[in-house]
């Protein structure tokens, strides 16, 4: 790791409190590494972002580069409520694609998202356009059809409904792009949960962006069950992933549902 403290520190120690692994220590009223845990530097960036006076750097990285909270406004917890209740999973796209501009700026947020042990490893792959969406699902149906034979029960039913209606999608809806979230398994120690929690950011994110959104099950299950469709999408065999249909939406609902089952709360 790398740390440059500025004439601007006040000493106030906050760095070296907040540092999840103990690799800062207070010296002469200034943060230091600690010579036995600067390896296990996480580059989490708590130091740079918790400093008050914005005096420290990390890793080649300064404050000045970082957005002040005070300058950003925080939704409130009835706001998010709000967005969680009327989430809905898209299943009715428009046909006009997305701007490539607006996809790849949004994505740009997901660089924030949380992951076990602060391990930034994550690849997020876009079909970004409904043509290109339509190439990959044929070869990926005629992967399908060649082996219907053996095909689990749960596939079956989709595959014979495309092969009597070539035109019938129900795998990804018509939707006009797709994100696949990608994890290193030699990488960090959670890499599924950090693309399933990848998937949920970008969900919230999209649908707040007025997208329609839907997370795609069934690639996973083909996937497991012909593995050669992985080399459709470009996902290394046995990698984690997960993935999203994403779109203009064609449906507007007037209202939230009603969750009465589903979900326990225990109070421990």
């Known amino acids: 790791m790398k740390i440059e403290v500025s004439e601007k520190c006040v000493g106030c120690g906050a760095c070296a409190a ?11 009223g200034r943060p230091v590494p600690r010579a036995d845990k600067a390896q296990h530097c996480m580059n989490c960036q708590h130091c740079l972002a918790v400093c008050p006076v914005g005096a420290l750097s990390l890793n080649g990285v300064s404050p000045d580069a970082c957005a002040s909270v005070d300058a950003l406004s925080m939704p409130s917890a009835e706001q998010m409520r709000a967005l969680m209740m009327m989430r809905r999973s898209v299943r009715q796209f428009a046909q006009e694609d997305l701007p490539r501009e607006r996809i790849a700026a949004l994505l740009e947020t997901l660089k924030y998202v949380p992951t076990g042990c602060n391990a930034r490893n994550l690849t997020f792959k876009v079909v970004a356009s409904r043509s290109k969406l339509d190439e990959l699902r044929t070869k990926m149906v005629e992967l399908l059809i060649a082996k219907k034979d ?16 070539p035109g019938a999608d129900p795998f990804f809806r018509h939707a006009p792009h797709l994100l696949i ?5 030699s990488v960090g120690v959670t890499p599924q949960v950090d693309c399933d929690a990848a998937c949920a ?16 099950g069934f690639l996973h299950i083909i996937i497991d069950a012909v593995p050669e469709v992985a080399d459709v999408f470009g996902i290394p065999r046995g990698a984690p992933f997960y993935a999203m249909m994403f779109g203009t939406p064609a449906v507007r609902y007037a209202r939230t549902v009603c969750r009465r089952e589903g979900a326990r709360v225990e109070m421990i």
């Open 201 to 216: 950011y970008f969900d919230l994110l999209a649908q707040g962006s007025g997208w329609g959104v839907t997370w795609c």
């Open 150 to 165: 053996e095909l689990p029960e749960f596939l079956k039913g989709p595959v014979a409904s495309v092969i009597k209606n």
């Open 181 to 185: 979230v990608q994890g290193d398994p």
């Open 18 to 28: 907040d540092c999840p692994v103990g690799v800062l220590a207070m010296s002469d």
